[in-house]
């Protein structure tokens, strides 16, 4: 097969395996481990694919999320290690977005002895919690709720946002990749999520490696656009490889 064909027949493949290793990829096409790297480059650089230790998976279309109390139920401890180091960032009297996610749900007990801090936030979850707290200034955007993220969304939310300062803001995402950049399968969610990063004097986005390689629908922004990104250090070492050959700004948290 010429290369082309080869790197098709990888694509069929994955499609009915999911998963693949090298070695399982040099018996089945009958070639040299450097033909398969080549070929697996050559598909990951189409972002078709992502490369895994040993291996390769197809980069997977995210179609929908998981309701928010099935997301919280996921990656635990690294989302508890990437709020440690989100949190450090976190000056008193600043002015913070927290937007609507379980990762920035972790930096909540995080937060509540910074003195003169305000926290903007889309997120239901996150008001109820600080609520206790008196010495926080608590704002919620307001908007269409989401029933599904427990937050508010939509024209409405862009719209407050507009009209706020925020020093730093702390972006979920539920799907990111380097060629893609951080995406959703909600239309609803992009245009709040923009016009955060044009109002943040400093965007980072907070989100677990397992989300790496995952796509939606719609781009909220370039992995560029943001000041940092935190993820935690089993994200794969060719990924890390190419974000930082963009200059991307990336912080590596370990995990308990």
Not at 204 to 211: E, I
Request: overall charge neutral.
């Amino acid at each position: 097969m010429i290369p082309d064909q080869r790197r098709e027949h990888i694509l069929k493949l994955l499609q009915e395996r999911h998963v693949l290793s090298i070695s399982e990829l040099t018996s089945m096409l009958s070639v040299s481990h450097m033909t398969v790297r080549r070929d697996i480059q050559a598909l990951e650089n189409e972002g078709k694919v992502l490369s895994v230790t040993g291996g390769v998976r197809l980069a997977a279309r995210l179609k929908s999320e998981p309701s928010y109390l099935a997301k919280a139920q996921l990656e635990v401890p690294a989302k508890r290690a990437i709020a440690r180091a989100a949190a450090e960032l976190v000056r008193e009297n600043f002015t913070i977005y927290l937007d609507a996610g379980t990762t920035t749900l972790q930096m909540v007990p995080l937060l509540t002895d910074k003195a003169g801090l305000t926290v903007v936030t889309n997120d239901f979850n996150v008001v109820g919690h600080l609520m206790e707290y008196p010495n926080i200034e608590l704002i919620h955007t307001g908007g269409v709720v989401s029933h599904a993220d427990h937050s508010s969304v939509g024209q409405f939310t862009a719209e407050f946002l507009r009209r706020v300062n925020v020093d730093i803001a702390f972006v979920a995402s539920s799907s990111w990749d380097v060629d893609r950049g951080s995406t959703t399968p909600s239309e609803a969610k992009v245009v709040a999520k923009q016009e955060l990063l044009r109002v943040a004097s400093k965007s980072v986005l907070t989100v677990d490696s397992t989300k790496y390689g995952k796509f939606g629908t719609f781009t909220v922004a370039r992995l560029e656009e943001f000041d940092l990104i935190i993820t935690d250090d089993r994200l794969p070492a060719n990924a890390v490889q190419q974000l930082r050959e963009r200059d991307i700004r990336l912080q590596l948290v370990p995990v308990d």
